[in-house]
């Protein structure tokens, strides 16, 4: 190999090497480990500022805590990707009584293409949120959720404690 082909040799590697960089940085949210504080973070937007647990109830499993509240899903047997979880927070679900944590969703076609009329027009409309949600607040949650509810199996004792952050009422009847 003369000197020649060598620098080019040299130039291609170090644009694959870039190129492979690149790619490493902007890979999806998923594929980093969750920190622990945002962890934190979801849990505690669940319960308190997204009122989460009011319809899909405090241990995610669907059975809600306000009599009052639409019926949510069970989100411990959830199927979505994490990409279509967020997007059913920030969009809430057109149709059905999931509200849109995304204060802007139906205000520049963001969601499905849709705006505030086109929701008008279907027979359920969407409730409104507790409070609005940042998109960093959104992935908190994701991120709790992932880690302590989807796919998680059933509420017990432990986990019980971790979210209320004492061994409350509620956690003494569940198994260990
Ligand atoms: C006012 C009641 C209500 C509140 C508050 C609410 N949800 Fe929902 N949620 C629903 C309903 C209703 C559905 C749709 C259930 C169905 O498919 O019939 C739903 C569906 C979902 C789904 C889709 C689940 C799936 O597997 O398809 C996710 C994810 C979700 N909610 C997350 C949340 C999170 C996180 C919060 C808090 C930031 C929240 N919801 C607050 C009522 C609510």
């Known amino acids: ?53 009011a319809c899909h109830g405090w241990a995610a499993d669907g059975r809600k805590m306000d009599s009052q509240m639409p019926d949510g899903a069970d989100l411990r047997s959830s199927q979505l990707t994490r990409a279509r979880l967020v997007t059913a927070i920030k969009c809430g679900i057109p149709g059905k009584a999931m509200p849109a944590f995304d204060r802007l969703a139906y205000s520049d076609g963001r969601c499905y293409g849709m705006r505030e009329a086109d929701l008008r027009r279907l027979p359920t409309q969407m409730p409104d949120p507790a409070a609005p949600l940042q998109p960093r607040e959104i992935e908190q949650l994701a991120d709790f959720l992932f880690a302590k509810v989807i796919g998680q199996g059933p509420m017990n004792r432990t986990k019980c404690i971790e979210y209320w952050g004492s061994d409350v009422e509620i956690c003494r009847d569940l198994p260990d």
Request: glycine share 8%; proline share 6%.
């Open 1 to 53: 190999m003369n000197l020649r082909t060598n620098g080019q040799w040299l130039r291609w590697t170090g644009l694959a090497v870039a190129t492979a960089s690149q790619l490493l940085a902007t890979s999806p949210l998923e594929a980093q480990a969750p920190r622990p504080e945002d962890i934190a973070a979801g849990m505690r937007i669940y319960r308190q500022k997204g009122d989460c647990q």
